[in-house]
């Protein structure tokens, strides 16, 4: 058969998804060291536990705009919405730490974090004068504890980059979709 040249809205979200990946690549020693300062903090209060993470970041479906996804395993024994209070008393009075969110009572308790570090090389995301697009210096993060329960994120990021492995024309549609419906304030 004949290959077909590429159409505009083809090179288009070529052109999306390299930029995308030039953002997301300019964070990567941020996102490290937002990281790297958790999993430190955590591992002092907890030295037994585990720190992973998981989602859009080791999916590869990473846009400037994304979280850090994040979870605790082997925490000590206690209710999932106890441990994410003390993580929020934990991280409260860290230097880098802005603004710390415990929602300790939803279906999967929570903390959220929103960091500011020095990693990265000071540029804005894929598009600087996006609002959507937080500040090179500024990542948000959140932490979940898995108590009593297999935690779902790390299997659900293993099956999506096991797929794309498969299929890696669905990760450009993917990031085009997600980057869309986080304009459209339908990212939750």
Same mark, same amino acid.
């Given at each position: ?67 850090? %996804? ?18 929020? #008393? ?39 004068? %996006?609002? #959507? ?6 990542? %948000? ?48």
């Amino acid at each position: 058969p004949m290959q077909r040249a590429p159409t505009p809205l083809h090179s288009e979200i070529i052109g999306f998804v390299d930029s995308n990946d030039r953002g997301v690549q300019q964070q990567l020693a941020l996102r490290q060291e937002v990281f790297n300062r958790i999993l430190s903090r955590v591992r002092e209060a907890w030295p037994l536990c585990e720190v992973a993470c998981y989602g859009s970041m080791p999916a590869m479906l990473c846009t400037p705009a994304s979280d850090i %996804d994040v979870v605790v395993l082997n925490a000590p024994a206690a209710p999932a919405s106890n441990l994410i209070h003390t993580l929020h #008393t934990l991280f409260q009075g860290e230097a880098w730490v802005v603004g710390a969110t415990a929602l300790a009572h939803a279906e999967m308790p929570l903390l959220k974090l929103q960091c500011c570090c020095t990693g990265g090389d000071g540029k804005g995301g894929a598009e600087d004068d %996006d609002p #959507t697009t937080p500040p090179a210096s500024m990542l %948000d993060a959140d932490i979940s504890v898995a108590v009593g329960f297999d935690h779902q994120g790390i299997a659900a990021t293993n099956v999506v980059r096991n797929e794309m492995r498969a299929l890696p024309a669905v990760r450009p549609l993917l990031l085009v979709l997600k980057t869309y419906l986080g304009r459209l304030g339908l990212n939750v």
